[in-house]
């Protein structure tokens, strides 16, 4: 069966069973690299189905350093993994079809702490007076469907701090960009996320200044220097990847987003995770280690 015709499918039957989240799934400090059904515990298969639908190719592998104690939030719209050392997520992954950005429901901005989350997570008052936007990686306009879906995107799970010139300016650019391979291709898969520090994109002599851990916010809600984006279509029967990198800076226009399209490869070292892990390897490798074709 094709693909996003299984997706489409899954969709409509998670609509009949509600929309409703799960809890954070918790796992204990990480020693990278292990599967995540290992990671997490046990999964239902109501969830093992949430994550099937967002996450194409498996959940995400921690590959890198330890990051202390994380939660999993698996929902219809979006499965994400939250630090409870950083209050962000350290990467969101959702499946974006045509047919959700065709509606009309408005943005409620109403921000909200995560119910679903066990552990220690930020507040939308952590945001206040600190110079940064509460940065959706999972995008609300992505939700044009379904008001839950939607103002689920305003969870501060789902948040990271961002610049204001970066989330309103050329941030937005690069979310209009992924709608409209959307609408090109049908359907998209999406993985966005925080990058804390890359010492190789920096100048030798700011590496330790710039790459200590800053904070904002009574909870000490973490400030990543970059963030990514990865996107994957697929035309007809071939997978095309893109994937960005933009630093959390003020940005002035007219913005070259160009500029910042990287591999996933790189990605992956920056960030220690691995993307797509069940993927058949001979499609893995060529999709994650060449610059894609698929701009403009």
């Known amino acids: 069966m094709n693909h996003r015709l299984l997706v489409g499918l899954l969709g409509v039957c998670l609509v009949i069973q509600g929309c409703s989240t799960s809890s954070g799934l918790k796992r204990p400090t990480s020693s990278g690299g292990a599967p995540a059904t290992n990671r997490f515990g046990g999964l239902n298969p109501r969830q093992h189905a949430l994550i099937d639908g967002s996450c194409y190719g498996g959940l995400p592998v921690d590959t890198g350093e330890a990051r202390g104690s994380t939660e999993l939030i698996i929902r219809q719209g979006y499965v994400l993994e939250h630090s409870s050392v950083d209050k962000i997520p350290l990467w969101v992954c959702e499946s974006v079809a045509a047919d959700q950005l065709r509606g009309r429901i408005a943005r409620s901005n109403r921000f909200k702490a995560d119910p679903d989350l066990n552990g220690p997570k930020a507040y939308p008052t952590d945001y206040a007076g600190s110079g940064y936007d509460r940065g959706h990686q999972a995008p609300a306009g992505n939700q044009t469907v379904d008001a839950l ?63 200590e851990r800053r904070t904002i916010g ?53 960030t220690g995770v691995e993307f797509m892990p069940t993927m058949d390897a001979r499609e893995r490798r060529a999709l994650k280690s060449a610059i894609s074709p698929m701009w403009p």
């Open 149 to 211: 879906l939607k103002d689920q995107t305003f969870y501060m799970s789902n948040m990271a701090p961002q610049r204001p010139s970066l989330n309103r300016g050329i941030w937005k650019l690069l979310e209009d960009k992924t709608r409209a391979w959307v609408f090109q291709y049908g359907h998209a898969y999406e993985w966005t996320g925080p990058i804390r520090c890359v010492p190789k994109r920096l100048p030798p002599t700011s590496v330790k200044e710039t790459c």
């Open 218 to 270: 009574e909870h000490a809600v973490a400030v990543p220097l970059y963030f990514f984006k990865i996107i994957l279509v697929q035309d007809e029967s071939t997978w095309k990847a893109i994937a960005f990198v933009l630093p959390n800076t003020e940005f002035k226009g007219p913005y070259r987003l160009e500029s910042y399209i990287t591999s996933i490869d790189s990605i992956e070292k920056e």
